[in-house]
């Protein structure tokens, strides 16, 4: 027992110098391959253990030339790839190789179930190896590319064009897939030996249980960096959002007006990192206040573009003449022509323009398809602010409705977006305009209006709600009575009548002389009356100036 004990390692030992003696280069190769498989599983980042295979294949068979190919997704989708060419050995074109410092060109790849491969690593780095090959579909050869631990002596192939045939072009005589769980993952190919005869069986074998080993651990380090690609990019894309929301922030008001006798309040939360509702508050040449709150079609990033270039617009409409100030109607009139030559004919903006006379506390006021403010009297009563005109930059040449309400100490006015309105609870029940009208007249005038409607948000949406829309929110209160000068009127303002009695100071809708707010007589309008549509042409009350039906779908509101 002894002896054979002794026996054992003496016979490996006395087969190793044999080995060594006799063939020299399978030798070498078998020290090279044994001493980097430890430290094969260790291999996570896939440039480098792609490196180390061709590196270590390299130092242990010595080939003139040596590249290693892994399977890839073309740059452009199937149906493309099928209207073009039919020649596989032009699918080199639509792949990035690692180390290329500029972008291939497009692959001409007939067959949509041709794998595609693109070159990873190779030595020498000057070899006229392919940056990639396709295996089409009708590849004589194409089973035995796919089938584990295969070693493919290319000029033995099928002939013709083929995955074989752009290899053996340039100068590679072997072929060794790497197949994990029935999945080509890649390929290696070698040049002929530098010196000595062909690669005998045993070399090849020893290449067959090298790349059996390593195909796993590729496919593995191939998906750890799909991962680690995917985390970089949402890394830099919050990065990117994060900035995004702080200079739409910067767009914003960084504080509400101070002016006597008068409060304001403001809120702003958008449903993702940036969104398409703004507010803002422009002091006018005149001592007035522009009052402005809209809301873009859609959400995210292209209404945080639109809604960007529609603040400044009006900005620069109400500001373009210093010498006059320019009213709500036709401040919307110019916004919206030029929206409408630059907006893509899935959105629109949505808008209420107001002027305050924060002496007089009329508010005249041009809407522009926005959700109707809410004007609370100091006797809880509740009005809507109407006037009619369409969305921003759906139709040119557009005319908006302009109408006014006296705001008397103790009124107020909710301006908000239909994030609020339409929020849903646990049971797809919306918050609904008649809860926020109802809502807003419960609230006590000495207390902040906003709070509560928040408060009263979060009990119907309850715990977890997922924000859908953008939400904002503007209050402005009037607080105290100052001395009852004239109501104060620019040159381009007509003259305003109240509607109903003037001494009335609990806030009155006014409506330009001759004409109802709602295009009512004045004493209609003071009473909140609306003739029926289809009534007699009096003049002053409401006719019927066409009747149609529309489907409620998208894209209806420009046929309406």
Not at 79 to 96: E, K, V
């Amino acid at each position: 027992l002894l002896m054979a004990a002794a026996f054992r390692p003496l016979c490996a030992r006395l087969q190793d110098r044999i080995d060594q003696l006799l063939d020299r280069r399978r030798y070498q190769a078998a020290r090279t391959i044994a001493a980097w498989r430890p430290t094969l599983r260790e291999e996570l980042h896939l440039d480098h253990l792609c490196a180390r295979l061709v590196e270590v294949t390299q130092k242990a068979l010595e080939p003139d030339r040596a590249a290693l190919w892994l399977r890839t997704a073309p740059t452009m989708p199937a149906s493309h790839l099928a209207s073009l060419g039919s020649s596989p050995s032009n699918a080199a074109a639509a792949f990035r190789t690692a180390s290329a410092p500029a972008p291939l060109t497009a692959p001409e790849v007939h067959d949509p179930s041709a794998l595609l491969l693109r070159r990873q690593a190779g030595t020498p780095t000057t070899a006229p190896a392919s940056p990639a090959f396709a295996i089409a579909g009708d590849d004589p050869s194409r089973a035995a590319w796919l089938h584990a631990s295969s070693v493919l002596e290319l000029d033995h192939l099928p002939p013709g064009p083929s995955a074989a045939a752009t290899l053996r072009g340039d100068g590679l005589r072997l072929a060794l897939p790497l197949v994990s769980q029935g999945e080509l993952v890649g390929v290696l190919a070698l040049g002929s030996p530098k010196a000595g005869p062909p690669y005998t069986m045993d070399e090849r074998e020893l290449l067959a249980s090298l790349v059996a080993e390593v195909a796993p651990a590729l496919a593995a380090a191939r998906v750890a960096q799909v991962h680690d690609t995917e985390a970089r990019g949402r890394e830099r894309l919050e990065q990117e959002m994060a900035t995004a929301r702080r200079i739409q922030e910067s767009l914003l008001p960084k504080t509400v007006p101070l002016l006597d006798g008068w409060h304001f309040a403001a809120f702003y939360q958008p449903a993702r990192e940036v969104g398409g509702d703004f507010y803002d508050f422009l002091p006018l040449a005149d001592g007035r206040l522009a009052i402005i709150l809209g809301d873009v079609t859609d959400k995210g990033v292209p209404a945080a573009l639109v809604m960007a270039t529609t603040r400044s617009m009006l900005r620069a409409a109400a500001q373009s003449n210093a010498q006059q100030v320019a009213s709500p109607g036709d401040v919307l009139a110019r916004v919206n022509d030029l929206l409408y030559a630059d907006l893509p004919a899935s959105m629109f903006v949505t808008c209420f323009y107001a002027i305050l006379d924060p002496v007089s506390g009329i508010l005249r006021y041009a809407n522009a398809g926005q959700d109707l403010p809410y004007l609370r009297r100091a006797n809880d009563d509740v009005a809507e602010l109407r006037a009619t005109g369409m969305p921003l930059g759906l139709m040119p040449a557009m005319r908006y409705e302009e109408c006014e309400a006296l705001l008397a100490p103790g009124a107020s006015v909710l301006f908000y977006s239909d994030g609020l309105v339409e929020a849903h609870n646990p049971d797809r029940e919306m918050f609904s305009f008649p809860r926020l009208m109802r809502v807003v007249g419960q609230h006590p005038g000495d207390t902040n209006m906003i709070e509560l409607l928040l408060a009263d948000l979060a009990d119907f949406t309850g715990a977890g709600w997922e924000q859908e829309d953008d939400v904002t929110l503007v209050v402005l209160r009037r607080t105290t009575a100052d001395p009852a000068p004239e109501p104060r009127t620019s040159a381009n303002d007509s003259p305003t009548a109240v509607a109903g009695n003037p001494d009335d100071t609990t806030g009155d809708i006014l409506a330009p002389a001759g004409v109802g707010a709602y295009g009512d007589t004045p004493a209609d309008a003071a009473t909140g009356s609306d003739s029926p549509a289809g009534a007699d042409a009096t003049p002053g009350r409401w006719q019927t100036l066409a009747d149609f039906e529309l489907p409620s779908e998208p894209g209806n509101e420009r046929l309406a």
